[in-house]
C-alpha cells in the first residue's frame, strides 16, 4: 500500500468502524471482523488481521 491509501484506509476505519468499536470489547471486535471476512471471501488473505490491528490502535488515542 502507498502512504495515500494507508492514510485512506486509516481514514475509512475512523468513519466507519470506530464509532461502534470504541464502546465493544476486544473479542466483539474479532467476532465482527470474522463475520465481514465471512461474508467478503474476496478480501485479501490477512486482511482481518491488518484491521484489527488498526482498530485496537485507534481505539488506544
Do not use: R, W
Not at 495515500?4 to 471482523?33: G, Q, R, V
Amino acid at each position: 500500500m502507498t502512504t495515500e491509501e494507508i492514510k485512506e484506509f486509516k481514514n475509512k476505519i475512523s468513519e466507519t468502524i470506530m464509532p461502534m468499536a470504541k464502546n465493544m470489547k476486544d473479542d466483539e471486535i474479532k467476532d465482527l471482523i470474522k463475520h465481514v471476512e465471512k461474508e467478503n471471501p474476496d478480501l485479501p488473505e490477512g486482511f482481518g488481521n491488518m484491521l484489527y490491528e488498526q482498530v485496537l490502535m485507534l481505539k488506544d488515542k
